[in-house]
């Protein structure tokens, strides 16, 4: 397979991210914060192999002081919950089944669990989280987004 970039959103129509850069300010202006949001971007991400999504928000989670061990184990966060707070499991178990919609939706159990965590209005910005980075995953995948270059090791950032 191919991972020659196929296409670039960005050039051939700029304002066709304007929708998805107005998702992102509602979601950042939120209560979440940026270390959970960044673990929900991360987990979606593992769960489609967006490359692209998952280096971006790796940086992110890092910049946001999310621990190198949390982000190393999340997409076997199950097997070490002592190191994800109830709200965090909360919300990486609803970003999971959101993301799996079409193999059994949201169970009652998710949803339960959620609304113990988190108020309405931080539930609906986590809905609009992980919709959002599912759609970014999806267009970065089907276009072969490339990653970017990094600056060389000891280059001024």
């Given at each position: 397979?191919?991972?020659?970039p ?22 950042h ?7 959970l ?15 692209y999504?998952?280096?971006m ?22 097997e ?7 709200r965090e ?7 999971e ?5 079409g ?18 209005q ?29 600056p ?6």
């Amino acid at each position: 397979m191919s991972s020659a970039p196929r296409l670039s959103i960005q050039d051939v129509d700029p304002a066709a991210y304007q929708p998805m850069f107005a998702l992102e300010k509602y979601i950042h202006a939120g209560n979440l914060g940026e270390d959970l949001l960044a673990l929900v971007k991360i987990r979606a991400s593992q769960i489609n192999g967006c490359a692209y999504c998952l280096d971006m928000h790796g940086r992110e989670a890092r910049a946001a002081g999310v621990d190198d061990r949390r982000l190393d184990v999340l997409a076997g966060w199950q097997e070490a919950p002592d190191l994800y707070s109830p709200r965090e499991q909360a919300a990486l178990t609803l970003t999971e089944e959101v993301t799996l919609i079409g193999e059994g939706g949201v169970s009652e159990e998710t949803w339960a669990q959620a609304s113990a965590e988190f108020s309405e209005q931080d539930i609906v910005v986590l809905i609009m989280a992980i919709c959002a980075i599912n759609a970014w995953n999806r267009m970065a995948i089907t276009t072969r987004q490339a990653l970017p270059e990094l600056p060389a090791a000891g280059s001024a950032s």
